[in-house]
């Protein structure tokens, strides 16, 4: 059963660069699927941020393009995350998630709160 | 932007019927997805290409489709129902689009 687990810093300064990794365990990333990053402000409502697949094909939310890279290393069985020039609007859960292709997210790592703050 | 438009809140009593509703001008077009979060916890899917049910998710979980409005219905509601409701669907340039969301409370 597919298991995905973030991991970054909960603590990011005004303008600088959020960086997450999702890490994939009993399935591996380099199949059929995509791999996404989601995000949820306290108290808010889901946000897709961006998908990638296997092979490097990416594809990003329009409102967060300018700002988002998502990058793969499969000999980790890793996808990444880096959103740049962060403020506090971008204090969220970030949750990375199995997608299902052009369909769904089938399965979710259990999120983790980056907060913006100086 | 594309928004797909949910109630904020539904009420129901146990054992009653809760209804669900998400509004979007591309649903005709695309599949819609239904998920549950409780709080603290991730997103769970509970309905598929917008009434498939995935294995493990109870019967009393349906969805269906008319026009731009789909319908997460859930009866014969229990306490354990109560969460945040999210629809997913696309828009026509392919992004992915969540809804506001519907908080459903078991009186």
């Known amino acids: 059963q597919v298991q995905l687990q973030e991991s970054g810093p909960g603590l990011v300064k005004p303008s600088e660069t959020l960086s997450l990794t999702c890490t994939v365990s009993?399935?591996?990333?380099?199949?059929?699927?995509?791999w996404a990053w989601i995000r949820q402000p306290p108290g808010k409502g889901l946000e897709w941020i961006g998908s990638?697949?296997?092979?490097?094909?990416?594809y990003y939310n329009p409102s967060l393009k300018s700002r988002v890279t998502v990058s793969v290393d499969t000999s980790r069985n890793q996808f990444s995350l880096k959103l740049d020039s962060v403020s506090a609007a971008d204090t969220a859960v970030y949750f990375c998630?199995?997608?299902?292709?052009?369909?769904?997210?089938?399965?979710w790592g259990q999120g983790t709160l980056v907060t913006v703050s100086s | 932007s594309y928004e797909l438009t949910q109630p904020p809140s539904v009420s129901v009593s146990p054992g009653q019927t809760a209804r669900i509703t998400c509004s979007g001008d591309?649903?005709?077009?695309?599949?819609s997805y239904w998920y549950q979060q409780k709080p603290g916890q991730a997103p769970v899917v509970v309905i598929y290409?917008?009434?498939e049910r995935p294995s493990g998710i109870p019967e009393r979980f349906s969805g269906s489709s008319s026009g731009t409005t789909v319908t997460l219905t859930i009866s014969g509601v229990q306490a354990e129902d109560e969460a945040d409701y999210y629809c997913?669907?696309?828009?026509?340039?392919?992004?992915?689009?969540f809804g506001t969301g519907t908080r459903v409370t078991v009186l």
């Open positions: 998630a199995r997608e299902e292709v052009g369909a769904h997210f089938d399965s």
């Open positions: 009993g399935h591996s990333i380099s199949t059929i699927y995509y």
């Open positions: 990638i697949f296997h092979r490097g094909r990416t």
């Open positions: 591309a649903l005709p077009h695309h599949y």
């Open positions: 290409k917008d009434t």
């Open positions: 997913q669907s696309a828009d026509n340039s392919g992004t992915y689009v």
